[in-house]
């Protein structure tokens, strides 16, 4: 069982040098590429990959346009990772709040793109808690509290509060001494409340409801 990958990018250059990195993994395949992000969608439809490798700034369609018109259409949609040159970006902002799992950089080192990879085709997210913090900080006005809807109990705020940090499922039980199947299942209640997929989205709406602050 092998995780296929789209790689979208203007750059003829960052998608020969990603596909070399990706078909280099025994678990990974690219499955196609793709030069403007107009030809994601009948890409996704032919070869469902699983992990689209989204650059967020394309002449045409750009990769925020991609992913928000590729999750608000999918029935079952990829996942998508950002690829940027800057990481506080308002591009990336943009990328996150349209629905992206996570952003990676241009200059990352081979191995830090396979991670990345299989972290996000795990479904989990690719969390840089300096990095959305600062982002929010420089771009991210209130947007709406959802939080209030959602009516968390005191442990799941608890346990999004921790989510904010980028710990993990097993650092989360470490530190509330409980056991990692309740924090999966307080995780998923959390997505569930908020209606959002995965964690980045969970965070995202942490900031915009001003449940967390980007000073904090």
Known sequence: MTTGVLIVDDDELIRIGLRAIIDAQPDLTVLAEAADGAEVPPLVARHRPAVVLMDVRMPGIDGIQATRHLLATSANPPRV???TTFANDEYVYE???AGASGFLLKRARPAEVVEAVRVVAAGESLLFPAAIRQ??????PPGGDR????RLTEREAEV????????SNPEIAAHLVVGVETVKTHVGNVLAKLGVRD???AVIAAYESGFVVPTG
Request: aromatic letters at 8%.
């Open 147 to 150: 939080l209030a809807a959602a």
């Open 81 to 83: 990772l950002v690829v």
């Open 160 to 167: 999004l509060r921790l989510m904010t940090t980028g710990r």
């Open 95 to 97: 990328a996150l709040r």
């Open 199 to 201: 964690r980045t989205q």
């Open 135 to 140: 982002l929010f900080g420089a771009y991210g």
